[in-house]
């Protein structure tokens, strides 16, 4: 059983930087992937950002250069940076973790365990 906790979400202003925690609790395998993703009502969830227990890391084409995900594995944490934000970034942000390393594919594998998410809201 693995708990995640994100934190760090609110209210922002075009242009401004956020940074998305994501506190992980319980067992993990020796390999796994972890993610970020967004999705408001109506929409489909988005992959944004994934990084394996080894640190290879993987972007979102639509926020690349933007977000940056990190880990830090002594903490348990996962971050997501979130930098020059604009109004299509309003979403609700989940993390995730799964057993296993990230492939190619990771946006669309069945994840088994997620956050209860925390709301980025960005106005012009």
């Known amino acids: 059983q693995v708990n995640l906790v994100e934190s760090g979400g609110g209210s922002v202003q075009a242009g401004g930087s956020l940074t998305l925690s994501c506190a992980v609790s319980?067992?993990?395998?020796?390999?796994?992937?972890m993610g970020w993703f967004r999705q408001i009502a109506g929409k489909e969830r988005e992959g944004v950002a994934a990084?394996?227990?080894?640190?290879?890391?993987s972007v979102a084409g639509s926020v690349k250069g933007r977000f940056t995900i990190s880990q830090d594995k002594a903490k348990n944490t996962l971050y997501l940076q979130l930098n020059s934000l604009e109004p299509k970034d309003t979403e609700m942000y989940y993390c995730?973790?799964?057993?296993?390393?990230?492939?190619?594919?990771?946006?669309?594998?069945?994840?088994?365990?997620w956050g209860q998410g925390t709301q980025v809201t960005v106005s012009s």
């Open positions: 319980g067992r993990t395998t020796s390999g796994y992937c």
């Open positions: 990084r394996d227990s080894d640190g290879t890391t």
């Open positions: 995730a973790v799964d057993y296993g390393f990230c492939t190619d594919g990771w946006k669309n594998r069945t994840w088994k365990n």
